[in-house]
């Protein structure tokens, strides 16, 4: 028997499936979170980021508002309207849904609109949280603001079925790679008619039009394609997976990749030679940047610092430094720890002593990076010229020398005392 005939038609089989994957995206959430809890928080948060952003249309919007480019706003809704595109197919249907094409060709079609709409949901969405940065800190009127949003959400649409394309087409790193710089070239064309067109009003709805007719001619090339069903089926189950596997990861962490040969200092010799001291501080180098979480977060806290020390104004800024020079030095510490305590140290003839100069040694020279972006950030947004120039490279020694030592002893003083157990 047809499995078709269990439906009246391809539309009640799309809707069906559009409540299962709802469904499913729900379930998820209730995994990981309860919803009694959620609401404790969600309120609140409602309440109080009404009041913030009530603020942003009644009072002076703060001096970091203002410098932010228009650019990297409509970036952000260019990312916001981005997303993947659901075609709702599943592997059952070689058997079965592959003899009517036509079904097929409608639950696509469904499917790509049903794309489009969250798309535009999103985007609406973030256009409501900067909406005072566009209207207040650059003038934008309500025609040039409606002309912007549909050349950012036509765009994104484009890349959004070009991904999709590249994806059934192509495998392995390629589709990666191919995808990354599709992704840069629309934010790369939407930089440039922003910047250079945004008030030639014909000329944004021209370019808007020839977007919207190369979406179609994108998503029938799409629909047509031949001999991509069951890579359409692999990258469907990854798009209705996109949720579950960020949900486990908050919640379980993400397992680590076990890898054969090391890609960070894979051909390097030694950082250092000579002492003991210094061999071992090569190795708790290596350690940590080998390691994915570590290094995740080392990057992650060095480039969050740098918008957090260059937004506020001076004496904010000046705490803000010195509590991100802090945070970066106690967590090196914590790594080094990690490092320095691990069971395969234990039958190393190292000394307490050498431990600390090694120590030492490893997180000065892990600091090197953060401290130096800081002190560029905090100089030359607080003193122009030589200068600043002058200030980050002092900041960058004393954060170096003197910070990660202050917050290294009470740390190493608590190591020795479990070592001489």
């Known amino acids: 028997m047809n499995r078709s005939n269990h439906f009246k038609s391809p539309r009640s089989l799309f809707w069906r499936r559009w409540r299962a994957h709802l469904k499913y995206q729900r379930d998820n959430l209730a995994s990981v979170a309860d919803w009694t809890v959620m609401l404790y928080i969600i309120v609140p948060g409602l309440l109080l980021g009404g009041g913030i952003y009530r603020e942003f249309w009644t009072r002076p919007l703060p001096e970091w508002m203002h410098l932010l480019p228009l650019p990297l706003v409509s970036a952000f809704l260019l990312f916001m309207f981005s997303g993947r595109v659901l075609l709702f197919l599943e592997e059952a249907d070689v058997l079965f849904l592959r003899q009517q094409p036509r079904w097929v060709k409608t639950l696509m079609i469904r499917g790509i609109l049903y794309s489009y709409v969250v798309s535009v949901i999103k985007g609406l969405l973030a256009l409501i949280l900067v909406l005072p940065i566009v209207v207040r800190g650059h003038g934008i009127s309500g025609s040039t603001l409606l002309s912007m949003l549909a050349l950012t959400a036509a765009l994104a649409w484009c890349g959004n079925m070009l991904a999709r394309i590249i994806r059934a087409r192509s495998k392995g790193w390629r589709r990666h790679v191919i995808t990354f710089f599709s992704r840069v070239l629309t934010f790369a064309l939407l930089s440039v008619m922003v910047t250079l067109w945004l008030e030639i009003q014909w000329l944004i709805w021209l370019s808007v039009v020839l977007l919207l007719f ?208």
Do not use: C
């Not at 979480?293 to 969050?304: C, D, F, G, K």
């Not at 030095?329 to 914590?334: E, F, K, M, R």
């Not at 100089?379 to 200068?387: C, P």
């Open 214 to 421: 190369l979406l179609v001619q994108l998503s029938q090339y799409r629909i047509s394609m031949q001999g991509t069903f069951m890579m359409d089926v692999r990258e469907d189950a990854n798009t209705r997976m996109q949720l579950t596997e960020k949900m486990l990861i908050q919640a379980v962490g993400k397992p680590p990749s076990v890898r054969s040969k090391s890609w960070i200092f894979r051909r390097s010799g030694r950082i250092y030679k000579g002492s003991p001291e210094k061999r071992l501080a090569d190795a708790g180098i290596k350690a940590i940047l080998r390691n994915p979480e570590s290094l995740m977060l080392y990057i992650q806290i060095t480039l969050v610092g740098i918008p957090a020390i260059w937004i506020p104004p001076l004496v904010i800024k000046i705490m803000v430094y010195i509590a991100m020079i802090i945070l970066i030095s106690y967590w090196l510490n914590t790594r080094w720890t990690a490092f320095a305590r691990a069971e395969f140290m234990n039958v190393l003839p190292f000394t307490n002593e050498q431990y600390h100069l090694a120590g030492k040694l490893t997180i000065r020279t892990l600091m090197v990076l953060p401290a130096l972006l800081y002190s560029l950030v905090a100089g030359l947004t607080l003193f122009a010229g030589a200068t600043g120039w002058l200030i980050a490279v002092g900041g960058t020694i004393i954060a170096v020398y003197g910070f990660s030592s202050i917050a290294a002893r009470p740390m190493y003083k608590e190591d020795y005392l479990n070592r001489d157990r």
